[in-house]
Structures are given as C-alpha cells and as structure tokens.
C-alpha cells in the first residue's frame, strides 16, 4: 500500500526523522492561509500518489502569500499524471546546499533489508545506478540486530561526510530504518535528503510503501490512511477541475444556494445580477462556452448539483449557435438518470427552442420564454424551502 506524501511525513517525524514545517490543504484559501502562517517563501506540493511531480508540474515555489494562493489554484485544478489532485501540501521552502538519497528496501537476492544511500539525490535512483555506480553506497541489514550506530557511521563515511554531519545523518538513517522495521514497510525512501544551507538533514520527499502481506499487523492505520484520503473527495476545487476537464469555460463557486447554468458569460452575468435583484443567492457562475452539446449540458448538471450548497438549479440559455435540443436532451437525460431531487428552472429562447420545450416537457419541465419570469420563479422555489 502507497500512502501520500505527507501521511509519510507525519509518520517520519513521529519516528524522529526531520521534515519541514507545514500542512495539507484542500482548495487554494487553506493554501494561503497555511502559507501566510509559515510566513517566508513556501513550497507548494501535489499530492498524489505517482512520483516525478516535480518534473510534472506538481512541485512549485513561492516567494510571497498573495501568490500562493494563485499557484495553489493551477494545481489544484490540474492532473498531475492523471492524477486528480485533491490536496496540496505547503511547506517552508528550504535552502538547500545538496540533495542525497537514503532508502531502505528488501534485497530479494540477499534475503535481507538493504540500506541504499548516495550523495546524488534528487534524481531517480535508478538513473544515479546507471549513471554513477560506484556513488551508491549498499549494506545489508540484519534484522534480528536492525542498524547498528557503527552501520550507520559507516555508510556516511563512504558517502564522505565530516564528523558532525556523520552524527546527524547516522541518526536519520536509524530512524529511517526503524520506521522501515516498525510499519513492515517493502519501500522507505527519502529522496531528496536535504543538506540545508545549516547543515541540517531534512527529508524535503517522504516515501512509505507498506508490505500488504503484513496488513493484519497494521489494520488500524491502514483504515485511518484510507478514509484520509478519501474524505474532502468533493470540493470547490475538486468541481472545478471536473468542469474544466468537461470543456465547460468557467466556472467559479460563490456563497449562495442557486446553481446558475448558463450557455454564454452575457447570460450567465445578467443571471447572476438578476438572482441577486430578485432577493436570491447565486451558488455560483457556470458558463458553458465553446462548443456546446448535450454532454457538456449534463456534465455541468452533475457538477453544478455535487455542490452540497445548491438548493435548486437555473439554467439560462439563449440559442444562437447553441441548439436548445440539444440543451435540452442533456438536462433531460440528467433528469431521467439522476432522478433529480432539487427543483430546476429553466429558460431557453432561440434556435429550436420549440423542439427544446417539446424535450423538456417530456421530462416534467415547462420552460420559460422569459427570464424575469425564470429568475422570479427560481428565487420564489427556494425561499419557500
Ligand atoms: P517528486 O518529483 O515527486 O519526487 O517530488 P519531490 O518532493 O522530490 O520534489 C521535487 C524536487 O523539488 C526535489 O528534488 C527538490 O529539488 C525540490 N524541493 C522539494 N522541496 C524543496 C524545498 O523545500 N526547498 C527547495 N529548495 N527545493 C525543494
Ligand atoms: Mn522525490
């Protein structure tokens, strides 16, 4: 079992192995405000379990509090490897002097725990193996004994160290082997090990793969890292990254309880001002844009009713280019499958709007022609709520 980047972290710490300070966030306002508690230049990590974020787009670095909250956003609507990503770790971002490698892993052929280090971190291992060979420094582990203090000294050696800095990574190499013997793991791996500007170690990657034929010894954590992962699966952040992925244009949470729906940003504007006019509350702006079609129409009923703040959907269309069938079929079939269970308002003028109502009714829908009418209508359904 793989966990997440900072569900390793937790765990290095509590095993006394250094991480930078920080904390996880689920959509870009945590992200800041986690930012402006660390105060200074911050690292902004995507969590997910794939490796090479960094490559990917998945590691950025910000300098000031303002801008964290916008690189924030880029990633949490982004895949990284196609990978949603759903949480974000911020992290003083440290000054780091070189990156190493430390790992523990299973040598099949010897039978034994293995200690993998190198000087030439930050890289995959398996490009410093081809590259540098004879920079990787190995040792078996006997697990009856775990690492010794001389083991471990004595890898740091090889790798070149002074005295003090022996010290210090002999110790993080101990507890890497420890929480490694402790959680049954198949793969613990810092990568980079950070040397910070203080001759520091600090572990700026955390890996933590667990043995799944060990489960039965660790089924409480197992359960409590699963349902982490899981639990803020639905948020803004998450909707909008839907909705980009469904080529709808915009679409931007607000505070209200009306989900607003609307083909073209003149639409979708006025809607939003009118709501507000007639006493209601917009949940948010969702413009479809592009190249519309009943897909897109369902894809954004889906997104738009996930929001668990939407007490009723309006949908605000105008048929240029945009078929009102075609509208139509798609929140008909949302209708028929979802069995919606909030009221949804429509209103449709323009090309085909008849054979669009003709849809509509079918579905139990009777459309407005109007847009006050709609709006009074829509603004009227939810304050009887
Ligand atoms: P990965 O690409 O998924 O392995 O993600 P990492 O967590 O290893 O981050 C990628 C790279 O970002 C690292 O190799 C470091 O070079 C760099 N990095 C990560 N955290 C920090 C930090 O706090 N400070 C600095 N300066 N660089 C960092
Ligand atoms: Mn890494």
């Known amino acids: 079992m793989r966990m997440f980047e900072f569900q390793a972290k937790r765990i290095f710490r509590e095993e006394g192995i250094p991480v930078p300070k920080g904390g996880v966030a689920t959509n870009a306002v945590e992200a800041e405000q986690i930012a402006r508690k660390l105060g200074g230049p911050v690292a902004l990590k995507a969590q997910v379990l794939v490796g090479g974020r960094g490559l990917a787009g998945g590691v950025k670095f910000v300098d000031d509090i303002e801008e964290a909250r916008m690189v924030a956003e880029e990633i949490f609507g982004s895949r990284i490897k196609g990978e949603i990503v759903r949480r974000v770790l911020v992290e003083e971002k440290m000054e780091i002097k070189s990156e190493l490698y430390v790992g523990v892993t299973i040598d099949q052929e010897a039978r034994a725990p293995t200690v993998i280090a190198t000087s030439e971190g930050g890289v995959e291992i398996e490009l410093v193996a081809e590259k540098f060979p004879e920079k990787i420094v190995k040792r078996k582990v006997d697990v009856f004994r775990g690492l010794l203090e ?15 800095k022996t010290l210090s990574f002999s110790s993080v190499l101990r507890n890497l082997y420890g929480v490694f013997e402790k959680y049954d793991a198949e793969l613990v791996e810092i990568n980079p090990l950070a040397l910070t500007v203080n001759d520091k170690f600090v572990a700026a990657d955390a890996k933590l793969n667990l043995d799944d034929r060990a489960a039965f010894k660790h089924e409480d954590l197992i359960r409590s890292l699963e349902e982490e992962a899981v639990k803020p699966i639905e948020g803004p952040s998450y909707r909008a990254c839907l909705a980009r992925e469904a080529g709808i244009s915009s679409y931007v949470e607000l505070d209200g309880n009306i989900g607003i729906i609307s083909d073209g940003a003149g639409t979708g504007m006025l809607a ?25 129409m369902r894809s954004a009923l889906d997104i738009v009713s996930s929001n668990p703040n939407v007490k009723l959907m309006l949908i605000t269309l105008i048929g240029g280019l945009t078929r009102m069938d075609e509208m139509a079929e798609g929140i008909a079939k949302f209708i028929e499958e979802k069995k919606a269970e909030i009221p949804i308002v429509v209103r449709l003028a323009g090309t085909l709007e008849e054979e669009g109502r003709q849809i509509l009714k079918k579905v139990g829908i009777d459309s407005f022609d109007d847009m006050y009418d709609s709006i009074g209508k829509a603004v009227k359904l939810v304050g009887e709520d």
Request: aromatic residues 12%; negative net charge.
């Open 150 to 164: 001389y083991e471990a000294r004595s890898i740091a050696k090889n790798i070149g160290f002074d005295h003090r």
């Open 272 to 296: 939003l001002d009118l709501v507000e006019e007639y006493g209601g509350k917009p949940a948010d702006f969702c413009e479809l844009g592009g190249f519309m079609n009943d897909e897109m």
